[in-house]
C-alpha cells in the first residue's frame, strides 16, 4: 500500500495479485501488504504450483476418472486433447487454499 508505482486506484489497498488454483478449485486475489513489501520486495506465489509432473500425470491419471470428479463437481469442460485434461487435472497441483494460507502465514 502506498508505493508510488502502485496505481491509485489501489493506493490504500495494496497492488492485486491473482493466485490461479484449478479447474476443479478456487482461485485468490490477495493484496501486497507493507511487511511483504519490506520481507519480500513484494514478492508472492503465481499459483498452487505443480504436485506432479506433466508426464506423471499422463501415467497416473485417467482421461475419464479426472472428468467424472470434475462431473461431480458441477463442472464441465471442452478440450482438445484427452492428454491436457490429465496434465492439467485438479490432482496434478497443490492444493492452492493451503499455499495461499502459506504465503499469508510468512
Do not use: W
Amino acid at each position: 500500500p502506498h508505493h508510488p508505482l502502485i496505481p491509485v486506484d489501489y493506493q490504500y489497498t495494496g497492488q492485486p495479485v491473482l493466485v490461479g488454483g484449478t479447474m476443479g478449485t478456487c482461485s485468490y486475489v490477495l493484496t501486497g501488504t507493507e511487511k511483504g513489501m519490506h520481507e519480500t520486495f513484494g514478492s508472492t506465489c503465481h499459483g498452487a504450483g505443480r504436485a506432479r509432473s506433466r508426464h506423471n500425470s499422463r501415467q497416473k491419471l485417467s482421461y475419464e476418472q479426472v472428468l467424472e470428479n470434475l462431473k461431480t463437481k458441477g463442472i464441465s469442460i471442452r478440450v482438445a486433447s484427452p492428454k491436457l485434461v490429465m496434465e492439467e487435472a485438479p490432482e496434478s497441483y497443490k492444493d492452492v487454499t493451503e499455499v495461499v494460507d502459506t504465503c499469508h502465514d510468512a
